[in-house]
């Protein structure tokens, strides 16, 4: 049973390592093909989906990817599968939801949107029993999202979507919350 919830979560997390380096900045065409571009996105819906994989320069790759595997060490033992997939999709639901009424700039893309979801979600999962470390974690995404530590986009640079980060800080505390509710009400009760 172990073997095999172990394989489920590293064949997920395996196929975000495939996504991330498929659709990595090759070219600025490569890019821009995969980007969210809210005028696109109606004839072409899987820009909601490979806009959280895609990314404008190979620093911001790399800077994911960093924050990937860190979050991989922290948390692939806590998390199961199941709960981080299913996670996953309610995520992109909501991302989904937001690219399409809310967002206004020109183009989304990046890895940073679901990483600092899952960061919250695993940290506030098992903060009973890492209380220090998570407390960390979350106290670093909450200064991270108040812009604490980051420069001004300079000409060159793409200014931070930091709305998507509270947007997926905020979707993690609602997953946490109905799933607790959803326990608390059907399994409490009638199991």
């Not at 109606?42 to 990817?65: K, L, Y």
């Not at 948390?75 to 997939?85: D, G, K, Q």
Request: aromatic share 20%.
């Amino acid at each position: 049973m172990q073997i095999s919830t172990n394989l489920n979560k590293l064949l997920f997390y395996l196929a975000v390592g495939v996504l991330l380096l498929a659709l990595a900045p090759f070219s600025a065409s490569w890019v821009e093909g995969w980007m969210s571009v809210p005028a696109l996105n109606v004839d072409q819906a899987w820009r909601f989906f490979t806009a959280h994989f895609s990314h404008w320069s190979w620093a911001h790759w790399w800077t994911n990817c960093a924050a990937f595997v860190c979050f991989l060490l922290l948390y692939f033992h806590t998390l199961s599968a199941r709960n981080i997939l299913v996670f996953t999709g309610f995520l992109l639901i909501g991302n989904g939801v937001f690219l399409s009424f809310f967002y206004t700039r020109e183009f989304y893309l990046g890895f940073s949107g679901l990483l600092y979801a899952w960061f919250v979600y695993g940290a506030l999962w098992k903060f009973s029993e890492r209380g220090l470390l998570n407390g960390l974690v979350l106290l670093f995404l909450l200064l991270r999202a108040l812009g604490v530590g980051r420069e001004l986009a300079g000409a060159d640079e793409l200014a931070v979507a930091s709305e998507i980060h509270w947007l997926n800080m905020v979707l993690a505390l609602a997953a946490l919350g109905l799933h607790r509710l959803f326990f608390w009400f059907f399994v409490k009760r009638f199991l």
